[in-house]
């Protein structure tokens, strides 16, 4: 019997990565190809009309194929009121209030009326021309897509955790994917829709069909890291120069890890944690996008000196780390609250109880700082992807598969997404530990606090 193997694609802003996959979620074949971007900003007055298609969130409209009416997204028509607004189509006020009233004269044509839900099966598969192209066979399935990190959240969150340690049959409302890049998304389902403050959704089945989509994030997470590194530019020279001449060491990331742990001997610390003790970061360098959703919040730091040597960039690097978990840990409480609030107004069940794990993909899942830091903070085991898996273009293999064979996703998903059991990072609830990250979690929202207080004091001076 023949197998089955699907072709994922991520179109990033910088590059286009494509991987072939078996049925079993083994990654076969990987490549990579830069693309370049072009923008006119000078767009001359008649040049949108030759605009062939706009991309709307999870809204993938697949030209490439046979003429077939795409089918509507059942789902959300089939008696289920809470979903009446997306039965409803586009808004137009919205439309027109930003300019593009055009759309809604020729009832959105560019943009497409009908939605899909992941994984459908698109028209009649590849037509002749997309197949020559690909070096591919016509009729082959198409599957909608999603967007990158709802791909990475897919791939991951249907792992069977059963047998895994002590995690046991953990439900996927009660999981959270974190997407950690140069920035970050926060993941979490539900089987009624939840308003959260200050984070995005609910979106019906825009990750996994026939759930709720919640999305927290992090405007900058990666991308802080990589400031606060260069922020030291001498010691970063230093540490660079000796990942040069050191032997079974491959990353900068390495080499403050072990000076941490080295510093925190030195200094007698229960823990390597405990070594920012009176240093505190606020990691909104560029903006908080959750919960508190306010682009114009700036980091800010409390406990600098005049160091510049390679102890200082780590433990600046260490407290970098902390915010971004305190931030998650802030998410998961706001998701949380919103949950118990629906409960108790009777507009729903909310969530079927609270976040018991963390899922993470992407650059920061190589990171064992991130992870336990992260683990250690919300108090929750985080996983990654067994053989460090690409959980973004799995999540597209997953949508393939789905479209080609008609089973159900969630079988799919626990198919093809596997951990191992060295793969889980549990929380170090030594006491001590505990407290000083409770401690320093109230430090973290009070500079919030702060911060607002001084532009509360600048705004009455008339100064602003």
């Given amino acids: 019997m023949a197998s089955n193997h699907y072709l994922s694609v991520d179109v990033g802003t910088g590059s286009v990565r494509a991987a072939l996959w078996g049925q079993d979620g083994e990654c076969l074949s990987r490549s990579v190809c830069p693309i370049r971007t072009w923008t006119n900003e000078g767009m001359p007055e008649g040049s949108y009309e030759s605009l062939c298609t706009l991309t709307c969130k999870w809204t993938y409209i697949a030209h490439d194929v046979e003429d077939t009416t795409v089918p509507s997204n059942d789902e959300a028509t089939n008696g289920d009121t809470t979903n009446v607004r997306l039965a409803k189509g586009w808004n137009d006020s919205f439309w027109c209030s930003i300019g593009l009233e055009c759309l809604v004269n020729e009832e959105y044509k560019r943009i497409g009326t009908k939605v899909q839900v992941p994984g459908r099966s698109v028209g009649l598969g590849l037509s002749e021309r997309a197949a020559v192209e690909l070096g591919l066979t ?36 009660s999981r959270l994917a974190l997407i950690g890049g140069t920035s970050s998304c926060h993941m979490m389902s539900s089987d009624t829709p939840l308003l959260v403050p200050g984070v995005w959704g609910p979106y019906y089945s825009a990750m996994i069909p026939g759930l709720y989509l919640n999305e927290g994030g992090q405007s900058a997470s990666g991308a802080l890291i990589d400031y606060v590194l260069h922020s030291y530019p001498g010691a970063y020279r230093e540490l660079e120069d000796q990942l040069n001449h050191t032997k079974g060491i491959t990353s900068v990331h390495q080499l403050i890890e072990s000076r941490l742990t080295s510093l925190s001997h030195q200094k007698g610390l229960p823990s390597l944690s405990h070594l920012t003790a009176h240093y505190h970061v606020l990691p909104d360098h560029h903006g908080n996008r959750s919960p508190l959703a306010d682009p114009t919040l700036r980091g800010m730091v409390s406990g600098l000196s005049l160091g510049q040597s390679v102890d200082d960039l780590s433990i600046a690097y260490l407290a970098t780390m902390q915010a971004l978990a305190y931030n998650t840990k802030h998410i998961i409480e706001a998701a949380e609250t919103s949950s118990e609030e629906t409960q108790k107004e009777g507009k729903g069940k909310g969530r079927e109880g609270t976040v018991k794990v963390l899922f993470i993909c992407g650059g920061l899942s190589s990171n064992p700082i991130f992870l336990h830091t992260q683990s250690d903070i919300t108090g929750l085991p985080v996983v990654v992807l067994s053989d460090n ?18 089973e159900d996703v969630s079988l799919i998903m626990a198919r093809m997404s596997s951990i191992d059991q060295d793969k889980v990072i549990y929380p170090d609830k030594t006491p001590s530990l505990v407290r000083f990250h409770q401690s320093k979690y109230k430090v973290f929202k009070f500079l919030y606090e702060d911060q607002y207080k001084y532009r509360r004091i600048m705004n009455e001076g008339g100064v602003m």
Avoid at 142 to 165: E, K, N, R, Y
Avoid at 391 to 405: D, E, M, P, R
Wanted: charged share 10%; proline share 6%; net charge negative.
């Fill in 389 to 406: 898996r690409d959980a973004v273009l799995l999540g597209s293999a997953i949508l393939a598969a789905t479209a080609s064979t008609g």
């Fill in 138 to 173: 016509p009729g082959t399935p198409v599957a909608t897509g999603i967007i990158d990190a709802h791909a990475g959240g897919l791939g991951m969150l249907g792992a069977d955790t059963s047998q895994v340690g002590s995690l046991g049959d953990v439900p996927l409302t």
